[in-house]
C-alpha cells in the first residue's frame, strides 16, 4: 500500500461520511452560488466528450449535486437513459427544482454501494465526487462492476496540491487536522488498475482562485458543503486566536492585493475491460500509469 493511501485510511485524516452526507445536504439550496471551480471543471469534463465518437444508451452521473451535468449530458445525447446518483437528497432536490423537462431519473444513493446491476451503464460520468470517498479501490471497484464492456469512465478529482496554502496556515495554527487528504494521481492511476478498468488516461490542470481574505475563502468552502470533515476534526468551535494565527499565516501568499486558492484538478478516463475467451481482459494502456511519476521522483 502506497504512503498518499494509507494517509486516506488511517487516523484523523480518515473521512466522516456522515457529516460530508450533512454538509452537502445543508449547503444544497445555496450550493450554485458558489461553486465556481465546480462549474468550470464540469464544462470542461463535458467538453472533453468532443474527442470520442460515443452514443450511450446508459448515463450515470455519480455524485450529480444540483443537476446540471446530467442536464447536459441528456441534452447531448436525448435518447439515452440518464441517471443522476447523489448521497445527499438535498442535492437531489435541488437538481429535480432545476429539470423541468423531467429528463433525468434521480437516485439517492452511496457511490460504495451503487443499487444498479452489473454492466448496466455506458457512460459513468463523475465531477469532483472522489475526494470525499477515501477507499478509491471500493469506488472504482463499483464503477468498474456497473460499467458495461468497453463503457466510459470519464472522471475528475483533486490532487495533493489542492488547497496547500489553507493547509499551510491550518498546520501553523493547531495539530488538528482541518483540510482533507486528497491523493495523488499515481494513485488514482493504481486504483483503476486495480479496479479492472483499462487505457486509463490521466492529467492535470491548475487553476486559482483569488480571496480578499482567508474568511472569504472559508465561508465559499461552507457554502458548497466542503467543510471539514475528516475524523481528526476539532469537535468544538474553533477559537477566535487560531483563526487570527491562520489568517496571519496566509498572508505570506498574498500578491498584487489577493490571496490565492490553488486547486489541482486530475482528469481521467478509463474504459470497461472486455473478456478474452482464456479469461484475461482486453486492452493496452494508452498512457501506462507506471509512467506517472510519484511526487519527488526523478525522471
Known amino acids: 500500500m502506497s504512503d498518499a493511501k494509507q494517509s486516506l485510511h488511517s487516523g484523523t485524516g480518515a473521512l466522516d461520511r456522515s457529516a460530508i452526507r450533512d454538509n452537502f445536504d445543508d449547503a444544497a439550496a445555496n450550493y450554485d452560488k458558489s461553486a465556481v471551480l465546480q462549474a468550470r471543471v464540469r464544462q470542461q469534463l463535458i467538453e472533453r466528450l468532443d474527442w470520442i465518437a460515443f452514443e450511450p444508451d446508459t448515463i450515470l452521473d455519480l455524485g450529480c449535486g444540483t443537476g446540471h451535468a446530467a442536464r447536459a449530458l441528456g441534452e447531448r445525447w436525448p435518447k439515452a437513459r440518464v441517471i443522476a446518483v447523489d448521497f445527499a437528497p438535498g442535492m437531489l432536490r435541488e437538481a429535480a427544482r432545476h429539470d423541468d423537462a423531467g429528463r433525468c431519473e434521480r437516485l439517492c ?25 477515501d477507499d478509491i479501490d471500493a469506488v472504482f471497484a463499483e464503477m468498474a462492476r456497473v460499467l458495461q464492456p468497453r463503457g466510459l469512465l470519464t472522471f475528475t478529482t483533486l490532487g495533493p496540491d489542492t488547497l496547500i496554502e489553507l493547509h499551510e496556515a491550518w498546520h501553523e495554527a493547531d495539530d488538528y487536522t482541518h483540510v482533507i487528504p486528497f491523493t495523488d494521481m499515481h494513485d488514482i492511476g493504481d486504483g483503476l488498475v ?46 477566535r486566536q487560531a483563526l487570527r494565527t491562520v489568517a496571519q499565516n496566509y498572508e505570506r501568499h498574498r500578491h498584487e492585493g489577493k490571496l490565492p486558492a490553488s486547486y489541482e ?29 510519484r511526487r519527488g521522483e526523478s525522471p
Open 194 to 239: 486495480r479496479a479492472g478498468l483499462v487505457e486509463p488516461v490521466l492529467d492535470v490542470v491548475r487553476y486559482t482562485l483569488t480571496y480578499p481574505d482567508v474568511y472569504s475563502l472559508m465561508r465559499d468552502l461552507k457554502a458548497i458543503g466542503a467543510r471539514n470533515a475528516t475524523t481528526g476534526r476539532p469537535r468544538g468551535l474553533t477559537g
Open 109 to 133: 444513493a452511496d457511490a460504495l454501494k451503487l443499487p444498479l446491476p452489473d454492466a448496466s451503464v455506458d457512460l459513468l460520468y463523475s465531477n469532483l465526487m472522489l475526494p470525499w470517498c
Open 265 to 293: 484538478v486530475v482528469f481521467g478516463q478509463a474504459w470497461g475491460a472486455v473478456e478474452r475467451p482464456d479469461g484475461g481482459h482486453d486492452g493496452e494502456f494508452a498512457v501506462p500509469v507506471s509512467a506517472i511519476r
